[in-house]
């Protein structure tokens, strides 16, 4: 990325620093909207007793005892935070730095348990309440008709998990999976070429962040399309009756812009002119790039997870970071522990080292033994401003700093994650990662879904509701319940049906009249 690279603006995606979460955008452009809204939200949405049960008692924070006490924890954690830092950090050996060639399996993969049971149809909820019968696409956060397409493929997860986890039938599956592929195979396109980073999920109309009746056509995002890349294929080999559907929407688009040398880039709209950008940072960058690659695309540098790598100790774990920071690239270089995540439970870390993965997790663990502070951190909807946050183990120089895309820090509302915290679990099952599980089944149950997080400082839930924390919530459990990385389960490069079935466009545009 050249020195002089002007990032486009947060509103609504990860984008050039880590990857294209939309949900970002929606949160902070829908802020006023929201502001509105948020009080007569948070009457529907009910507390959790600290008296339910003992069980919750020991998990639930007591209630603030004395404001003076409740401050001076979060000064000493923040001044372990600062001294947990050591640059350079330790290095992993060259020999360990591959992505795995046997995908990875987690221990302790097989049944749910009943609470693990109980915990996915509680994520379904969410969708239920915000699909759009008028399209089949879900509202990004609880209420608000926008959706990117980074939310759309947590909501095509979350209703592949529902169907396999028996919380749906499969009659409703085929309907409602039939509804979203036939719309994002039809849908306007920014340009012509690629979907809109967010769109009217009940009209269709390529919107801006926040608005929902004006049409306005402001780039597309290469994270987003490359993590709907690996769930359309997922779909389209699981499902053979899906196949020509899932080809149709890859048809659908114009990628050629997608990739340049090997790299993945995205386009801004920015005062009526565009910006064509490179996308990624380490961690998202790989495992986006693992969905182009799916599909033919040349993404050959967005795979490389050593040239830009460099090591951070934290807490005595040398934790992997991107050299390509805000101040050398115009991107923030966040270390969140989403994109391991989704890594290990789809790919079975093929796109990152498990490495990587191994050291993250530990640099949170480390946290928790030092300071006592259960650490799941990522980036996510706040329910207050500035609404969205990247709560990172490292980015721009700083440990443990939660900060918006403009830098701006707010490490006062760094939180712990729901779906960190289920997905670190599902992966590792550890004696920790089950602290996390049960933290959050004793803090974070809404009749809606789940909710986000549990503020650290403020000592209470982080109640936004969004379909990406609750999709990927559900796909960790599949996860569990299938016993494989979700590639491997749905056979995923054994077969060559799709690659077929996409020159075959007679038989698509019969699909997509049908």
Do not use: C
């Not at 970002?24 to 009910?46: G, H, R, Y």
């Not at 998202?284 to 993404?299: F, H, I, R, S, T």
């Not at 986000?452 to 319940?481: C, D, H, M, W």
Request: aromatic letters at 10%; proline letters at 5%.
């Amino acid at each position: 990325m050249s020195s002089d690279f002007q990032p486009p603006p947060k509103s609504l995606s990860i984008l050039a620093s880590v990857g294209g979460i939309i949900t970002a955008v929606i949160a902070i452009a829908i802020l006023n909207v929201w502001s509105k809204q948020l009080s007569k939200i948070s009457l529907k949405k009910p507390e959790i007793s600290t008296s339910e049960t003992a069980s919750r008692q020991l998990l639930q924070p007591k209630k603030p005892q004395d404001p003076i006490s409740g401050a001076k924890k979060a000064e000493i954690v923040a001044s372990l935070d600062a001294k947990s830092v050591v640059l350079p950090g330790q290095s992993i050996p060259k020999n360990q730095l591959t992505v795995a060639i046997n995908p990875y399996i987690a221990p302790g993969v097989g049944k749910l348990t009943p609470e693990e049971t109980i915990t996915a149809n509680q994520a379904w909820s969410y969708f239920q309440r915000n699909w759009n019968d008028e399209t089949g696409l879900v509202n990004s956060v609880d209420g608000f008709a926008s959706v990117s397409m980074w939310d759309q493929t947590a909501a095509i997860a979350a209703l592949v998990s529902a169907r396999e986890l028996n919380i749906v039938p499969a009659a409703e599956f085929e309907a409602k999976m039939s509804k979203m592929l036939k719309t994002l195979a039809s849908m306007p396109l920014y340009k012509g070429e690629l979907p809109n980073k967010v769109y009217n999920a009940k009209t269709l109309i390529p919107v801006n962040y926040g608005q929902l009746a004006k049409r306005e056509e402001i780039g597309w995002s290469a994270i987003d399309l490359g993590r709907m890349a690996i769930w359309l294929k997922i779909v389209g080999t699981k499902y053979p009756q899906m196949r020509l559907e899932t080809a149709a929407v890859w048809k659908h688009w114009q990628v050629k812009r997608l990739t340049k040398n090997g790299q993945m880039y995205g386009t801004a709209v920015i005062k009526g002119k565009e910006q064509y950008n490179q996308e990624g940072r380490l961690g998202y960058e790989n495992y986006a790039a693992y969905g182009l690659k799916l599909w033919g695309l040349d993404v050959k540098q967005a795979l490389d997870y050593q040239s830009d790598t460099a090591f951070v100790d934290l807490y005595g774990e040398g934790v992997p970071y991107d050299r390509r920071d805000y101040k050398n690239s115009g991107a923030n270089n966040y270390v969140l522990s989403e994109p391991y995540i989704l890594d290990g439970i789809e790919t079975g870390f093929q796109a990152l080292p498990k490495a990587y993965a191994d050291r993250i997790l530990a640099a949170q663990v480390a946290r928790y033994q030092a300071t006592k502070q259960l650490t799941a951190v990522t980036e996510d909807n706040l329910d207050r401003p500035p609404y969205f946050v990247y709560s990172s183990l490292f980015v721009n120089g700083e440990p443990w700093a939660t900060i918006t895309d403009t830098q701006q820090q707010h490490n006062d509302l760094r939180f712990l994650s729901a779906k960190a915290a289920i997905g670190w679990h599902v992966l590792y099952n550890t004696a920790y990662t089950r602290q996390l599980f049960d933290f959050v089944q004793g803090n974070l149950k809404s009749k809606d879904g789940w909710y986000n997080g549990f503020y650290e400082s403020l000592r209470q839930p982080n109640k936004t509701l969004t379909a990406n924390n609750n999709g990927v919530i559900l796909e960790s459990l599949l996860y569990k319940q299938v016993g494989q990385p979700l590639t491997i389960w749905a056979g995923v490069g054994s077969q060559k049906s799709t690659q077929r079935a996409i020159r075959t466009p007679q038989v698509i545009a019969k699909i997509l009249k049908q």
